[in-house]
């Protein structure tokens, strides 16, 4: 089944307030009031545009944010199409944490993350394909690339732990790591403003690696920790 844009019900134009937030709002709010099953086509990238008047960067977020939550692929020309139904109530997950220092928020951060990203290093170890190894090797082998070069990684450390995320096929991880990394975006872009924030953990990226090519899982969750440790001590180091 394939539902045309032009049936009801309608999606209404929005106010300027937070556009990729009232689109998802919106966009969900369609697909349940209008019945939509897995496998149906979505509107195209224009009639979203024009009917929600907003650009083409703000709906391609949301499409991008729907894909991350496993309820929508996109397939080369051909378009968007539904993988699970879904309402208003199902795809978000807030988390909020008030905390008047920067360094206070981060380690309470990280406490939270080593319990999820042991775990997922270690389903990523129990469940990843030879296909999710290809891809997590292409994003680990640039990070090292960009690291002996310039003694830093950056966005490429992140790619490359995106991929074990992806691996564990189980989207709630990625979705849960991604919303407290993004709580502290402008922190993770230049940790201290210093080049060497956690250089230490570099060798264990590949030992971890290592332990999910390998299928095992306690040697991914025990190099997960040494990376997250290593962070943990450059926190409390570095913010003094």
Do not use: C
């Not at 309608?10 to 919106?26: E, F, G, H, K």
């Not at 690291?147 to 732990?161: I, M, N, R, V």
């Not at 924030?197 to 920790?225: K, V």
């Amino acid at each position: 089944m394939t539902a045309g844009f032009d049936s009801r019900p309608r999606i209404s134009p929005l106010p300027p307030m937070d556009r990729a937030r009232q689109v998802t709002d919106a966009l969900a709010t369609y697909i349940d009031q209008a019945s939509l099953k897995a496998g149906d086509r979505l509107p195209a990238e224009r009639e979203l545009m024009a009917a929600l008047a907003v650009g083409r960067s703000t709906i391609r977020e949301v499409i991008r944010h729907f894909q991350a939550l496993g309820v929508m692929e996109t397939r080369k020309g051909s378009g968007t199409y539904l993988l699970k139904p879904i309402t208003s109530a199902t795809i978000h997950m807030p988390l909020s944490l008030e905390t008047a220092h920067l360094r206070d928020g981060l380690l309470q951060t990280l406490e939270v993350r080593r319990g999820i990203e042991a775990e997922a290093a270690m389903v990523a170890a129990r469940k990843r394909t030879p296909e999710d190894l290809v891809v997590i090797e292409e994003k680990l082998n640039e990070m090292e690339r960009v690291h002996l070069a310039k003694g830093t990684s950056g966005p490429e450390d992140l790619q490359f732990h995106l991929a074990i995320y992806n691996a564990t096929h189980n989207p709630l991880f990625r979705q849960l790591l991604e919303q407290m990394r993004g709580a502290f975006e402008r922190f993770w872009d230049e940790p201290f403003d210093r080049p060497d924030f956690a250089r230490r953990s570099f060798p264990f990226h590949r030992t971890l690696f290592n332990a999910i090519a390998a299928q095992d899982t306690e040697a991914a969750r025990r190099e997960t920790l040494k990376i997250l440790d290593v962070v943990e001590e450059d926190i409390k180091e570095m913010s003094k």
